[in-house]
């Protein structure tokens, strides 16, 4: 193993850099082009504080109100039980 890998395998806690990690500044340059200059405020936001956000920002009219917490928790889990393997 290179130097540079060992100080590297070290410096991160001893985890392998992955591909994604790799990756990031690369991204994070992309991102900043004008085409992403729309940034979404979603502190202290409920997700559908920020989809409403994003549909005014947008100029577009949500056609289905706001699932009812239950009605949520539900979906949320059917969701889940949809992803399990």
């Known amino acids: 193993m290179p130097l540079r890998t060992r100080i590297e395998f ?3 806690g001893g985890r392998r850099e992955t591909w994604a990690m790799q990756q990031m500044q690369r ?3 992309a991102l900043a082009h004008e ?4 940034h979404v405020p979603n ?4 997700l559908d504080e920020v989809v ?11 056609v ?3 699932l009812t917490p239950t ?3 539900l979906r949320r889990l059917a969701v889940g039980i949809r992803h399990i393997r």
Do not use: K, N, Q, S
Not at 35 to 38: E, G
Not at 43 to 46: E, K, P, Q
């Open 35 to 38: 085409r992403f200059a729309t």
């Open 10 to 12: 070290v410096r991160t």
């Open 27 to 29: 991204c994070i340059a």
């Open 43 to 46: 502190d202290d936001r409920t």
């Open 52 to 62: 409403e956000w994003i549909a005014a920002d947008a100029g577009l009219e949500l």
């Open 64 to 66: 289905r109100p706001r």
């Open 71 to 73: 009605l949520l928790r």
